[in-house]
């Protein structure tokens, strides 16, 4: 098993390498969960009309890029980022609505 070092901590790219497959297999996790609340909305909307909610998408992508801005990382790559993680969102819920 490989130790995952804290950034500041690697030396080497062996260790770099394996700090950020850690890290992505960590968001596929969060992002599987993020994915089951889209099965709930699916579940929960009475109407396919109410699936895509250009407010909410907003909102959605503006905290994001408010949360990268505190933290310091590019606004503009997590905002691109996260316009594709709603829209495919948006994707699965229609799915999953007209599946039920």
Avoid at 8 to 20: F, K, L, N, P, S
Wanted: hydrophobic share 45%.
């Amino acid at each position: 098993m490989t130790t995952i070092l804290a950034p500041e901590d690697c030396t080497t790219m062996a260790e770099v390498r394996a700090g950020v497959d850690d890290v992505d297999r960590q968001i596929v996790a969060l992002l599987t969960r993020r994915f089951g609340y889209m099965n709930a909305a699916a579940r929960i909307k009475p109407q396919r009309d109410q699936v895509r909610d250009e407010a909410r998408k907003a909102a959605v992508i503006a905290n994001a890029r408010a949360h990268a801005r505190d933290a310091g990382i590019p606004e503009s790559v997590i905002g691109d980022v996260w316009e594709t993680l709603v829209e495919g969102s948006i994707a699965y819920e229609f799915v999953k609505f007209d599946e039920r």
